[in-house]
């Protein structure tokens, strides 16, 4: 994995355990089925990500961060 890639994850599970993933989703006008398809999980789970009641593996949450389109600017953000 690339430092890039790494600091995306790490953004990823920042923003979902900060409670802030569900503003992220909503604010780029996509469902929990249009992020869940995209990545190809259950709705459910991303759901309990949203809710904080799991966190993503390293994978799904690049995958997460793909289908979001988080960027280096939100990884600022984020910490």
Known sequence: MTPAELQRITTARTLITKG????????RHLSLQDVA???GISRSTIHRWETGT???S???ALR???ALGITEE???QAE
Do not use: G, K
């Not at 802030?20 to 604010?27: L, S, T, V």
């Open 64 to 66: 997460w961060a793909d």
């Open 54 to 56: 799991s966190i993503p």
């Open 58 to 60: 390293a994978a799904n």
């Open 74 to 76: 939100d990884t600022c």
């Open 37 to 39: 398809d995209s990545i």
């Open 20 to 27: 802030e993933a569900r503003q992220h989703r909503a604010a």
